[in-house]
């Protein structure tokens, strides 16, 4: 493993991380044939926008576009390609994909760093269980070509080759927190956060008087849920509650919640998949929503994109997915950090 006391760019650090960065190399090659024999389009979506993304969790990079004129304008890069694709799809594109660099504010870690690749690609007129097997053939893929029997992080291994447990969010918090989640929403998908602290207390957890019924949800996954991800097998965790899907259509048989789910492989999430929502006025209700929150939390909102909305009228029906692409990597090559798998990592 690299030596973490020495700079990334000192020759013998180089050479400990070259073999990974050269599989992170193949890895990538090995996606782009698989999905042009798919019939995908690979696009360049600008990193420059209006809005950074409308999650209320999400933070972006904030810079000043300078006309001819002289005047400044507040633009954004972006935390995912999403909606210039989106607008990608209105224009005609029925297949496509991108290896997109993002930009996610207040996030440095192991598995996190403030600038990384995303892999994001879309499906029109398909459902969103094709992307889960999708992703599962990626996973297959990446280790296969990094000369892996299995994927690793830390003391945690998965076998992507062996058939992926699929469970929805409410199935894994009866059976890893002991809450019933879904009776803590109504029927039309409203939570109720006062019963969720309920069961949440009934089961020994913390809670504090100002959490939102978010909060806490966050809070019994990543504490109860996301540690039993991924262990052995991929988890495809599904059907989240629509109040935590803000991009993503209902469900066709419960309304309560949405086509959404998320890749897991040795307890690190590594994909976000959607039957993706086309309706225009609740899209911005949503995104309303969400940026209410982000106010209440972080004191800032994000400006929406109305060029996006005006665009998603006219987007077909369609399945979309990003994938952390250098986490893929990192589980593939069994590197301890993200760093080490990205060529020229962000500055400390």
Known sequence: MPDLSQPWWTAQVHADRRPLLLARNRIQAGLRIWLADEGFTEVDPVALQVSPGNEAHLHGFATEAIGADGQGRRMYLHTSPEFAMKKLL???ETRIAAFAHVWRNRERGPLHSPEFTMLEWYRVGQGYEVLMDDCTAFLRLAARVAGADLLRFRDRSCDPFAEPERLSVAEAFARHAGIDLLATVDAAGLPDGAALAAQMQAQGMRVAADDTWSDLLSRVLVARVEPHLGHGRITILDRYPIAEAALARPTADDPRVAERFEVYACGVE??????????????RRRFALEMDEKA???GERYPLDEEFLTALAQMPAASGIALGFDRLVMLATGAARIDDVIW?????
């Open 270 to 283: 590594l994909a976000n998949g959607f039957g993706e929502l086309t309706n225009p006025a609740e899209q």
């Open 344 to 348: 020229v990592p962000v500055a400390s």
């Open 90 to 92: 209105a224009a005609g």
């Open 296 to 298: 209440r939390v972080y």
